[in-house]
């Protein structure tokens, strides 16, 4: 594994290096190792199930690793989380904003938390709702919002504090195809603007070939193949091929396959929030 | 910045630790700010929440009234029961602090909190202390309406702020205590038959309704053990016989079961996730 920094005119700014996860008897993630680099977006490829959240739950530090290494800016996730939390923003797969609250009561709090203050609190959380072209729906209640302005205010919570490292799990799960799209040019402004490095998880093959420059196809917790989605289809000799028979290809199942029924109701009741 | 588990094993000089406690409090107060917003643009739950301790008081507290059953130390019946029936609603909305969490956690709020460069006890003292807000509402509308029908309530503002003091704290105990259920029980569903059976037992095994004295001895010793026994106490002290003698003890208790609380639910709070 490359050293924080040894590559040249780039940073790593998140390393995983052989981690383990299991749940009772339920092996979630099987030594997954990965680096992702500063204005780089990677993606996290595969079904339900696969182990996709766990990863990134262990990344932000919710959940420990059993086994392995994981390290955020240079810090371990295990032993330092304090010091990862303050470099990283997350946006879980459910809707993490408050619907009781307006946008810019959301991004308020967060913002405070985040040790913010004065007239830089007001200034940033002007420029972050400008951003996400949120300015004009501040003031209302979030649960007015549709589901992608609630996902837009998320990723706008998410960015508040200027964080290195951005973890999304599932950030279009439920939007329609016009608010998936505003969200990936969000996300794809973000990645140019601040050169943060990006992680999403997602089950949506078109999402990972428009967002990410490298992909690592995940599958019952072990990461089948890493690399450029060119690299990938290179590997399998079919230049041509689709992400979804590259998947096929290396993991010998299709997409559909794998999840389990809490992940299912998790996701449908994301999906109804997002009506 | 570290929670207890994750602790950095760095040495820390004074200085940042100084400024991690300050902000550990900011952010207990911006965790409470929230609670206060979401009041603001949802008013009525507060009026809902109040039609229970009016029943109490209007209905249960007027028949017992002419009962003269217990021995409440020359005190009206009503009066006697106030700090009780205040008590038990302030109870009754920390504990639903803990169903609060859950929902949390299902919608994303928690994990999104979780991830945050925020100490983690600060987040656990946040939630308790919004419950603290949220039962000084409720204080206020209960002695608002013992003021109306005419419970004659000593108004002596200094008892009356330690009075609010100590129902603040006794808000953080339950608040803290239905988080770690939360933790336990990890469901909305278990949650709630849980809620119904520690809540009453412990509302009737205080000297909420009625003095421990009349009590078979086995729950007096319950009553002994049970933190809103002390809170009803201090209320009763300060708002109703002006006795407050055991004032301190009551408080004393308060703090250390309030403490001891948070430490258990700072610990089990992050595993509501899993």
Same mark, same amino acid.
């Given at each position: 594994?490359r ?10 700014l ?8 299991s ?46 290494r994981a ?31 307006t946008?810019?009561?959301n ?16 200034r ?24 992608g ?5 998320e ?8 964080p ?27 990645s ?7 992680l999403?998880?997602?089950?949506y093959?078109?999402e990972a ?43 010998g ?5 794998g ?7 998790q996701v ?8 | ?10 040495a820390?000089?004074?200085e ?22 979401k009041l ?13 301790p ?22 009206p ?14 109870m009754?909305?920390a ?8 929902w ?25 202390? %919004? ?10 509308i209960?002695?608002a309406l013992? %003021? ?7 108004w002596?503002?200094?008892?009356l ?17 239905s ?11 278990r ?30 010793v ?9 809170m009803v ?5 300060a ?8 004032g ?21 709070y ?5």
């Amino acid at each position: 594994m490359r050293a924080t920094g040894e590559k040249e005119g780039f940073t790593v700014l998140v390393e995983v290096d052989d981690l383990y996860r299991s749940f009772g008897d339920n092996v979630a993630v099987k030594g997954v190792s990965f680096t992702i680099d500063t204005g780089e977006m990677f993606g996290l490829l595969g079904p339900n199930g696969a182990g996709k959240t766990t990863i990134v739950r262990m990344l932000a530090t919710l959940l420990r690793p059993e086994r392995g290494r994981a390290a955020v800016c240079g810090f371990d996730v295990a032993r330092q989380a304090g010091r990862v939390r303050q470099c990283i923003g997350y946006v879980p797969q459910a809707l993490s904003a408050d619907g009781s609250l307006t946008g810019y009561e959301n991004m308020l709090i967060l913002a405070k938390l985040a040790g913010l203050r004065g007239t830089q609190r007001q200034r940033r959380v002007a420029e972050v709702l400008a951003l996400m072209q949120l300015e004009d729906c501040a003031g209302r209640l979030v649960r007015t919002y549709s589901g992608g302005m609630v996902r837009r205010l998320e990723i706008a919570q998410a960015v508040l504090h200027y964080p290195r490292v951005l973890f999304l799990d599932e950030p279009t799960v439920g939007l329609d195809p016009v608010a998936r799209r505003t969200v990936w040019d969000k996300l794809a402004e973000l990645s140019r603007a601040y050169r943060m490095a990006i992680l999403i998880t997602t089950h949506y093959m078109d999402e990972a070939e428009a967002l990410c420059s490298r992909v690592g196809i995940l599958n019952r917790g072990v990461m089948a193949a890493a690399g450029t989605p060119a690299a990938l289809k290179e590997e399998m000799g079919r230049p041509e091929a689709t992400l979804d028979e590259v998947f096929a290809h290396f993991t010998g199942s299709n997409l559909e396959e794998g999840g389990n029924y809490r992940e299912l109701r998790q996701v449908r009741r994301t999906s109804r929030r997002l009506g | 910045m570290n929670s207890g588990r994750y602790a950095a094993p760095a040495a820390v000089s004074a200085e940042p630790l100084v400024r991690s406690a300050w902000q550990a409090l900011a952010s207990v107060l911006v965790i409470a700010e929230m609670e206060v917003r979401k009041l603001r643009h949802d008013p009525t739950e507060l009026l809902t929440r109040a039609v229970q301790p009016v029943l109490w008081l209007l209905i249960f507290g007027q028949v017992f009234s002419r009962v003269r059953a217990f021995n409440t130390g020359g005190v009206p019946y009503q009066a006697f029961m106030t700090p009780g029936i205040l008590s038990q609603s302030v109870m009754f909305i920390a504990i639903f602090f803990g169903i609060a969490i859950i929902w949390e956690r299902d919608v994303g709020i928690l994990q999104k909190f979780l991830a945050l460069p925020v100490p983690r006890v600060a987040l656990v003292l946040g939630k308790a202390f %919004a419950a603290g807000v949220r039962a000084l509402t409720q204080a206020v509308i209960v002695l608002a309406l013992a %003021a109306v029908i005419g419970v004659p309530l000593r108004w002596y503002l200094p008892d009356l702020l330690a009075a609010a003091g100590v129902a603040v704290l006794g808000a953080m105990f339950f608040a803290n205590l239905s988080m770690i259920i939360a933790a336990l029980v990890k469901t909305r569903e278990r949650f709630m038959g849980i809620g119904q059976v520690i809540t009453m037992p412990l509302f009737f095994a205080s000297n909420a309704l009625y003095p421990v004295s009349v009590m078979p001895p086995w729950l007096q010793v319950v009553s002994l053990a049970n933190p809103l026994s002390y809170m009803v106490d201090f209320l009763r002290g300060a708002l109703v016989t002006g006795q407050l003698g055991h004032g301190p003890l009551d408080a004393a208790v308060l703090t250390v079961a309030c403490a001891a609380a948070t430490a258990v639910a700072h610990y089990l709070y992050p595993r509501v996730i899993i």
